[in-house]
């Protein structure tokens, strides 16, 4: 079954003017396991509402919204918490908190949840960490980091719970191109170490071209197009 399945989605937004702006029209879309699959177009196209959807920090008007079997639309408060585990999210910005250490970053939201032993966070707070090539870095600060590194914390901290899927907003537009290359390279390598379904938005092509297998394209609010694209060759 796919882990993100979106049935007939509809989000609107009521505008200072009155009127009703439909960001997210009647969309539908299924996610398998393992997938890295791109969201690509314009600004407003509704890209980033449709990863607030899938992470429920927007509910839908209207639709059902599937991660890793479960309707979203349908889980008491508690339920989402424990769901949100479920599902990791970066951003442009890397909304790192910046008087915390890169340990304390990434181990923030295992203590957050409160179910982990000391040991345990310590033990997977590593991991990420040498997941993403920041094993070295754990008493930095945000601040002492270059822009790519903290991309990479954030990334460790999103993994850290041992979510079955990583949203990505606009993850490399604050980077510039080797950066954004050497990034997207280890979200592939993330993606074919420990399997995690990927999903990124950005206005970017190429970086949809570089990293995934699927890409569809968002025009106001509606997918108009889906396709494959070709597999880089593989040491099978
Ligand atoms: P994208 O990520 O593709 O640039 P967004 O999902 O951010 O697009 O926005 C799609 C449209 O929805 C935009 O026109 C935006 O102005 C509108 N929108 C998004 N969030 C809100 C909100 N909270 N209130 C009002 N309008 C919103
Ligand atoms: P204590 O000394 O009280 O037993 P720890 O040594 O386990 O506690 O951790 C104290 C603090 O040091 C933690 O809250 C964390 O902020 C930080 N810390 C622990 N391990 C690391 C690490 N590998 N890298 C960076 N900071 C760490």
Redesign the pocket.
Known sequence: PPVIRLESVQKSFALPNGEVFDAVRSLSLEIPEGEVFGLIGKSGAGKSTLLRLINLLERPDAGKVFVGGRDLTTLSRRELRDTRQNIGMIFQQFNLLQN?????NV?FPLRIHGRHS?AEI?AR??ECLELVGLGEK??SYPAQLSGGQKQRVAIARALAPRPQVLLCDEPTSALDSETTRALLETLRDINQKIGVTIVIVTHELSVVEVLCRQVAILELGRLIEQFAVDAAPSAE
Do not use: L, Q
């Open positions: 915390a250490t890169v340990f304390d181990a000391r310590d707070v590593r754990s008493y």
